[in-house]
Structures are given as C-alpha cells and as structure tokens.
C-alpha cells in the first residue's frame, strides 16, 4: 500500500524573542511609591514598541503589592534578581524615575548579554537623569551598552533604533559634534593661561573636601584617586556626622545673623507652619547653621572646593542642604568669621558641589580659577539634565533644556539675584526634613557648560557652548509645573548640538555651567578651561559649535 503523502506542517509562527526587563529606583520608599504609575505606563508602550517589532518583554522581578511599586529598591535586591536572569539574555533597563545605579550595576558588569537603557522622554520625575547616571556608570566600568529615549516609543527614530538593537545587540547614535581639542584652534591667550594655572596646582596642590564619598549610587560621581593626583588636586575625605556635630556648635546668634542678611538682601522664604509639609523658619534656621559649619571647615581644612551628599545620613538629621549648597556657590554671601576672627575668603564663593559629584567639584574648581583669571563671573553650579522641549510661547525657534537642579544655584545665576530668588519647602517625597531651596530662573546669557567624566581608566571633559534665554512667565512655568516647580531653573539653548547629540554623548546626569560677559568671553572661557585639563593630563573634546554656527 502506498503511503498517503503527509500533510504540509502548518508554519508555527515563529517565536518572540524574549527580551527582560529591570527597572532601579531610588532608595526612598516615598519616591518608589509615588514614581511608579509613571513607570508603569511607561512599560506598557514599551512593551508594546518590542512586541511591534516582534520580540517579547518580560519583567525580571514582580510590582510588590505590600510595597506598592515594581522597582529594585536595593543593591541586595538587584543582586537577588540579577542572578536569576539568562546572563546571555538581551535585557533592557527602564527608567523613567531618578534612580540609584548601584542597585544594578554589578548585576549589569557582569551580563554577557546585550544591555539597552531606556528613558522616557518626560520631564515629571528624573527618569532621563536616572538613565543617564546609569549611562556614566556602565562607560566608567567598562560595560558595553546602547541607550535609546522617546517621547512615545512610537516615533521613528526610536523604532529603527530599537529594531537594530533587537536583531543585532547594539544600537548607535551619530556623534560628529564632538571634535578632539588637538584638532582646535585654541588661542595663544588660553594656551597661556592653561599653562600658568596648571603649573601653580602642579607645585602648590589643592584640596577637595569630600563629605561622604558616593551619593545616592552614583559610582561615575567618584574619581578614582590615582586619576585625581595628576591633576594636582586631592580629596581630604570628611564626614557627614562632623558637618552635623559643627552645625549643632553654632549658636543660634550666629544663625539668626545669617538668617537676617538672607532677609536683607530680599531673599523670600515661603514660610508655613506644619513642618511635614511646608517650610518654618525653625528649618531655615538650621540650614544657617549648617552654612556657618560648612565655611568653618573648608576653611580649617584648606578645602578650595567641597561637596556635601545629604543623601544618605544626613537626610535623617537635618534639613536639606540646597540653600547652604547655593549659598556658598554665591559671591555675595553672608560673611562667618573663623576662629582667628577673620572672614573667612570674603567676596567669593566656596565653590561647592551637589551631591559630592567629585567630576563636578574638580570641574568647578577649575572654572573658579579660568574665570578668576580672565575677570569673568566665577559663580558655577551642576544642574541635572532634567528634560527639554521646544519653546511653546513662540519666543524662539530653538530646542530649549530644562537644567534644574534640587535646590543649589548660585544667587548670581538668577534674573534678580538674591531679590529675585525664593526658597521653598523641599518636597517631602525626597527630603523629610524640609528645608528651602535657592530657587530662581537663571538670567540671559553666554554660557560654557562642561563635564568630566571617567572612560577606558582615563579622565576626560567635554566642553561646549550655549546661551540661556529668557522666556515669558507662563512658559518658565509650564516648565516648572512639568519638572519640580521648588527647584532653580535655566532655560539653555546648546550651539550645535541636537538633544540627541547631547543624550548619545553625555555620561552623567548632571551638565556644569559658568556665565561669562560676552560670547566672545565665553569662548575664551571655554577654550582656557580646555586647555587646563589638557595641561592636567584629561582627554579633553569640544562639542558643536561658537554661537556664530562656527567650528571650534
Ligand atoms: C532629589 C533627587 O534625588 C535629586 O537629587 C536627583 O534627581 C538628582 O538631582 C540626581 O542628579
């Protein structure tokens, strides 16, 4: 009998590719809690962005009824969760939250898979801040990854990336903005300069105080001693708990002095009376004293800059140290004497950095130096990288940046100065405490921003140019209402560099700025600040262009 001829098989759809996904948070449950709806939803268009595509995402760890929200709240938890993940599988990491690398870096260092991070382009909670933390976390240790962000994942830069990623493990962005400083023309004048201040920190040193090395996970923020020392400057490391047993030393007297010269040069305080939720003059009063602390020991310490962390320890104890932070980035600032009775470096700033960014302190103690040198304003702060959008009160045809950041800015840097600056009550989500912000909309003008960062075991900067506009009312609002209306603002229009060029190239979450007089002076600025960190041993580029449109 003749066999019949077996039916044709049925083609089985072939399988989705499965893709994980992990999602870091921040340590705080306030802030786990109150993010994730934003996460959530933003892991549904993602979902649906891979299932487009054909592939299959699926969480590597469960939402957590009790706790209400699905984030990796610790590094315990991420190493828990890491290692029952495929450590050949594609993983993507999704953030649209501020978040604290080290609950997934050593999950992530040691992933032979391909690694995608992934932002939401949203300005609510720092969730591009977060990725982009993450993203000078994984660059300093080495880790190869691709990053995307998108408004709606459905747009098609976004699809053709992410499709690239999914069929080939890697994803890329063009970055030809960026130019080495060899190729530059750098003016005799700045090559002069660079040489002078890099000699005199060569043989007289600088210190960097250092109150509590690593915040909130963020490994990129620590440069590894060994790297420091061939710029000439060096970390005395100090502590929190000497800062708070200081600040419990000043007498209230000295607090209330402090509190007055706030008040006289018209700073306003949005003052309440329920402690949880708004600011009193009970937390005012301790961040003085937190301030008169902070001067005493940098002066008795010789610390030419110093970096305060808050978060972790010092946030149990005392409020939050934005306004101290602001205040010693200021010039004009309320005069403390130290022991020998001297005020301590009368007219100028304590340059201070967030957050104990060390990348940002050797980065401002720099700009302090260049600036000083060539009469500009030495005034500099961080600010996050928070969001931008485009202008929609029509003022400008340019793509206009949120920098903001959680309360320190230098007075100098606001439309008004002191008496256009306010402070309001930290949001309870972050600062339990309380305490008030130095808050202002940043003033017009020519700026140079920069930033240091660690790659391949070498410490290297980019720098670049911008100005900073000025927008009506309702839009510097609509920015605030979209962002953390109680934070410090500036409105940056990058010259030559797209958002995208900026997402693709930037390491860090956070971005300096210094102002300079003219675009001229700004240049200059920016070209001296270059050449020292040459001089001192960085790997230095420039990114885009003058304000004129032209190359560098
Ligand atoms: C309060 C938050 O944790 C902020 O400090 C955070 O968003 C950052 O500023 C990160 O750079």
Redesign the pocket.
């Known amino acids: 009998m003749k066999k019949s001829k077996p039916a044709p098989k049925s083609k089985k759809p072939a399988k989705a590719k499965t893709i994980v996904l992990v999602a870091s948070g921040?340590l705080r449950q306030s802030?786990n809690e109150t993010c994730w709806p934003a996460q959530a939803a933003m892991e549904k268009q993602l979902a649906q962005a891979v299932a487009s595509l054909g592939g299959k995402l699926v969480r590597a760890h469960p939402y957590k009824p009790a706790l209400k929200h699905g984030f990796i709240a610790s590094q315990k938890e991420g190493l828990e969760v890491f290692a029952k993940i495929d450590p050949k599988a594609p993983v993507i990491v999704a953030e649209s939250v501020?978040q604290y690398s080290h609950h997934v870096l050593p999950g992530l260092i040691t992933h032979q898979g391909p690694i995608l991070t992934v932002a939401n382009w949203s300005g609510q909670w720092?969730g591009l801040?977060?990725m982009l933390?993450l993203n000078g976390g994984l660059t300093k240790a080495g880790v190869k990854y691709s990053t995307l962000w998108s408004e709606n994942f459905d747009d098609a830069y976004f699809l053709g990336k992410l499709s690239e990623w999914l069929s080939t493990g890697v994803c890329r962005h063009k970055t030809a903005h960026v130019r080495s400083l060899a190729k530059c023309a750098v003016p005799s004048k700045a090559r002069v300069l660079a040489r002078k201040i890099a000699a005199d920190l060569r043989t007289k040193k600088s210190i960097i105080g250092v109150f509590d090395e690593g915040c909130?996970g963020?490994y990129n923020a620590i440069i590894p001693d060994e790297l420091l020392f061939q710029t000439g400057v060096y970390k005395e490391r100090l502590s929190q708990s000497a800062l708070y047993y200081a600040a419990t030393q000043v007498s209230d007297d000295e607090a209330r002095a402090v509190f007055d010269w706030y008040k006289q040069k018209g700073f306003t305080f949005h003052f309440g009376t329920d402690e949880e939720n708004e600011l009193t003059e009970a937390q005012v009063l301790q961040q003085c004293k937190m301030y008169v602390a902070a001067c005493r020991i940098a002066d008795e310490f010789g610390c030419e800059a110093i970096g305060i962390q808050y978060?972790q320890g010092l946030k149990d104890l005392i409020p939050a140290s934005d306004l101290v932070e602001g205040t010693l980035n200021s010039s004009d600032r309320p005069p403390v004497k130290n022991t020998a009775g001297q005020v301590i470096r009368a007219g100028d700033p304590i340059t201070h950095f967030?957050?104990v960014?060390e990348c940002a302190g050797l980065d401002g103690l720099l700009t302090n130096r260049v600036h000083k040198a060539l009469g500009q304003p030495v005034e500099n702060t961080l600010h996050?990288l928070?969001w931008g959008d485009w202008d929609k009160s029509g003022t400008t045809d340019d793509y206009v940046w949120v920098y903001l950041?959680?309360g320190a800015a230098p007075a100098e840097h606001h439309i008004g100065g002191w008496a256009g600056s306010d402070g309001h009550r930290?949001?309870k989500m972050?600062?339990r405490l309380g305490g008030a912000t130095l808050r202002g909309i940043a003033k017009p003008g020519e700026i140079v921003w920069s930033r240091i960062f660690v790659e391949g075991g070498k410490l290297k900067m980019d720098l670049g140019r911008a100005k900073v506009v000025k927008l009506p009312d309702e839009e510097t609002q609509r920015r605030w209402d979209a962002t953390s209306k109680v934070w410090p603002i500036m409105h940056a229009v990058t010259y030559g560099v797209t958002r995208d060029q900026m997402m693709a190239r930037h390491k860090a979450?956070?971005i300096q700025v210094a102002y300079a007089k003219s675009a001229r002076d700004a240049d200059l600025a920016m070209y001296a600040k270059a050449a020292l960190a040459a001089e001192l041993g960085l790997e230095v580029s420039l990114c885009g262009t003058k304000a004129d449109g032209k190359v560098f």
């Open positions: 921040d802030a501020w720092p801040v977060g933390n909130m963020m978060q967030n957050e960014d996050d928070r950041i959680s930290q949001d972050y600062f979450n956070h």
